[in-house]
Each structure stands twice: as structure tokens, then as C-alpha cells.
């Protein structure tokens, strides 16, 4: 895969959606025509969404929507997942095979009750006036395709009756529109899941530079640009090595004769025989958490270890699939596109291993969090409602803890404990005769629902956290490390680490790549005396610099590792160092000549 080419496509076509986005902006705000009549909703909702943030927040959030939409079905067209090509010509034309197909007349059964054929055919035949027919012929063929995946993947392909048709980009068909130079940057030799997983990086490359040119002005990093200040994408060996020493481990020890090993090259097999281990019997039991799952990486590659586990105990291919997705993997985001990316991969690798399962779909389990706000008077007549003996003060501490979200994500450690049958019991309570706290009840079970993915009950915890220094949080970030996690207040990725482990059962694993400043700073003493005296480090793979062939020279140090959840005195952890390596590759290789001797 030529990252180099996916990294200078992603930011071009950041800036030229951006600039094609402003533009149709401009000119649905300031034009009466016969296009915007009867979509007066879309266009009051994009004006009520400019008064709540700025027009160049919506020029960003569309251009962005828009990027995603497009990867994924050129990434659908490339794998032979779509009928017929949407962004791709069939072999010897120039435009995408949808538009040459409707020309003939010829529309995909699927997306037929979506589409006004007449309408495509008048614009084709130029029966209706239009500044460019063919153009706006295969607008409506992509809104109706959209429309149709919506079905399949709500979290990606929302249903186009919004503002975001509005904004459509205009230049579609030329050579030199966006999607001409994604079909060269996205290549037959280049749609590995993973790509997803690049492209997002790069996309929001620039905004990530600009966040820390303006951290060295002493500007803190806002909610909003935390993402863009922590996302890294995780070397693939590193994943394998956390996957591996986590997932494929807690299945080795309770399945010896397991012939998983033979698709692990980055296991380290424990130097002497376990008997103190967590029990799992059956492979739907397997609850495997990215609590900062960005585009999905660590969860692609749990997905293939799950398969094969699944497959080798006999389970039918085509249930394989859907089983993985319903009972094993969960990801919890506070970037939304990041979010919608990892479930859209997790559905590709559903559909790698069962090409008909988008016709019966199963939902990823991917969390993006967010911002829920109660007021007093809110909840004192919600408990009324429902009861003083069912609102205890846990569940009332819960409820006003998602004010937050997008600012403290997964290191939100909800206060109730017992989140399911408080949910169950609400449910029950249904709320409908009730108008006025319907509203409420909806928000309660929403917050119920998130404080579930931030529950302890995962066997596996897998993560590249971000990282963030105490100098760029925001004041109620800062305090709110302060308060919650003294302990490892220093940056965001030892918040994590501790995080983590309350994330996991006992007797679970955790697996990380991290910096590696928590093996020795005095800040994070406690930190260390907290993961000695109630874990174990069962390896660790300390790479120093370099272990990131996208960031260049000394900046990032950093260290790979998997603690399990329990306190073991007498283990004797694998510990491997790497720091010499000056590459990914280089350190790769060392890590498996390593393996080799033990």
C-alpha cells in the first residue's frame, strides 16, 4: 500500500470539498431557485445549524461527510460489494457505470424505489433544462444510493433528505473532480480495510498540525479538536502484537490445542505452564473493547483472530459474521466520522467473509458519545415519574456525567454499576402516555446505553490512546484529571492506562501502545506502584522512537505491552527491547527474531 499517495489525495481532497462545499453554501443561501423549492425543511435546518455554530463549521462538518460517503463506495466498487459501479466506470468507459447504465435505461434494482426515474431520464435525454444534465443525473443516482445503504449502515449513509444533499459538490464527472482522483489514489492494489484507517489520518492531517502550531501559542486543545490532536494510526504489526498477546492468548491458555497459534506470528508463548486464568469456554463469550477505537484498526484485525476461533469450533461460515459482531467487538469514539469509519470497516470485513451480508446486516457495536444535558427541574419530575426507590443517587450521578463527552470520552467511569437492569427496568416504564418526559426518558436510556460501553465487563481492552499532555488540556479536562485520575493526571494516555484496567474483569487483559515516559517519570510513581501491586505485565515490547514511519525522527517514544488484570507475584513477563530499530520494518523484524529464541 503507497501511503504517499493516499496522504496527498486525503488533503486535496479535504481542500477541494471544503472549497466546493463553501461555494454551494453561498449559493443555497443566496438563491431563489426552482432546485431549493420544496426543500424548505433541509434549508431551514442548515440555517438553524449555522446560528448554532458558524458557517464554517457546517463547510467542514459536509465536506467531511461527504469525504467518508465517497471512500466508502469507491471501497465497495473496488471489492465488488456494489451491484454496479457507483464511483466506477465499467471496463473501457469514463463514467461511473450507474450513470452509463441509467443512459440506456437500466436502474439498480436496489436503489429503483429511491430514484424518480423519469426524472434522470428527462435530465438524460434533455427533456428538462439543466445547466449540466448529466451532472445532476448522477446526483440523484448518489442520493439514492445513499439512501439505499441507509438501510444497512444508518451510521454512515444517513438518509439524504437533508441539508448534506443540499451541499453536494458539483464537480462529480470531470477529470478533474474528486472522485477522478480518488479512483486513482484508491487502487485495486490498495483497498485493504486499513486504507480506511489512512485516509482518515491524512485527512485531518492539517487540521491536526494546525491544533499544534497553536498548542506552542499556549492555546489549549478545545473538545473539538481533540481528535484531530490525538489520532494516530497504529502500525499493523503493533496491532497483531497487542491482539495476539491478548485476545489470541486468554484463547490459547483455555484451548492449548488450539491451532490459532499458526496464525499469530507475533505471539509470545508464555515461558511456563498457567493455571490461574480466565475461564471462556465458547467464543460468543469473548468481549473484546477499543475504548479510543479511531477508525476501527484494532478492531479489524480482532474481527480476523475471532474468525478463525469461531471457524475452528465448527461454527457455519455465513453465521460467522453476524455472531462476531453481535456478542464480540465494541469501540467506543468521540470523533463521530472516526466513529462511522470503524463500524463501515467492521462491515467490510463482514462482508470479506460473507459476500451476501449486507443483505441481512448486523449493526457494529461502535459507541460515538455524546453531549447529554439534563436541567433540575428536568430530573426532579423524571424521578417523580418513575420512582424515588429506582432514581438512586448512582443513577442520578450518572445521568449528569455525559454533560461532557466529547471532552472526557472513555474516561468517564460511570458511577452506577448495575447499568443494565436499571436500563431494563426504565425501558419497562416505556413513558409514552407521558409527553413531556418522553423527551427525558429517551435521554436517560441514551446515557444508560453509553455508560453500558463504559461498563467493566470485557475480557480484552485494546488501545492506542491518545496522547496529551496536561499544557494542552482545556480547563475542565485539566480538573477533571485532577479529580478523577491523580493518580495519572499527567497525560491523557496514563489516564488511560488506569482507565483500562477498570474496564477489564478481573483476570482480563489489557493491551497498549502508549509513550513510554509512565516506565520512568516521578509523576507517574504511583501510576507504576498501581499497575505492579494489582496487575502483571505479561510482555512488553519497548519500542522507543521510530516505531511510526508516519512521524518522522525522535518525536514519539513509545512502548507496546499487555498487563492482565490480577495480581501475580511470581510471573515472569516477556520483555523485548526494540529501541534500536529504525523503522517500522527494523523493528518488526526484531520483535520476531526475538520470539524465535525464547
Known sequence: MDTAVLKKFAQAARKQLIEQVAIKLDYVLHTDSAELRGKEKALEDLKSLIRKTSEEAVVDKVAYIWFNRFCALRFMDVNRYTRMGILTPARDFTQPEILQEAKQGYFDAGIEKFVDKQQVLDLLSNKTAANDPQQEAYKLLLVATCNYYHEAMPFLFEKIEDYTELLMPDDLLSENSVLQAMREAIGTDSCEVETIGWLYQFYISEK?????????????????????????????????????????????????????????????????????????????ELKVCDPACGSGHMLTYAFDLLYHIYEEQGYEAKEIPRLILENNLFGVEIDERAGELAAFALVMKACEKYKHFLRKPVQPQICVLENIHFTDDELNEYMDEVGRDLFTQPLQDTLIQFMDSDNFGSLICPALKDVVGVRTLLEEKGMVSNMFLHKTHQKVLQVLKQADYLSQKYQVVIANPPYMGGKGMNAALKTFAGQAYPNSKSDLFAMFIERNLKLAVKYGSVAMITMQSWMFLSSYEKLRSHILNDGTILSMAHLGARAFDSIGGEVVSTTAFVLSNHHNPEYKGAYLRLVDGMSEQEKSDMFKEAIKCQ
Open 208 to 284: 491536526k498540525d494546525q491544533v499544534f502550531a497553536a498548542l506552542k501559542k499556549n492555546k489549549k486543545v478545545t473538545p473539538e479538536d481533540i481528535p484531530a490532536a490525538t489520532q494516530l494510526f497504529t502500525p499493523h504489526w503493533i496491532v497483531r502484537y497487542l491482539v495476539e498477546n491478548s485476545l489470541g492468548r486468554l484463547w490459547m491458555l483455555n484451548h492449548p490445542a488450539s491451532t490459532l497459534i499458526e496464525h499469530m506470528d507475533y505471539y509470545i508463548k508464555p515461558e511456563q505452564q498457567e493455571t490461574d486464568f480466565l475461564q471462556v469456554s465458547s467464543p460468543e
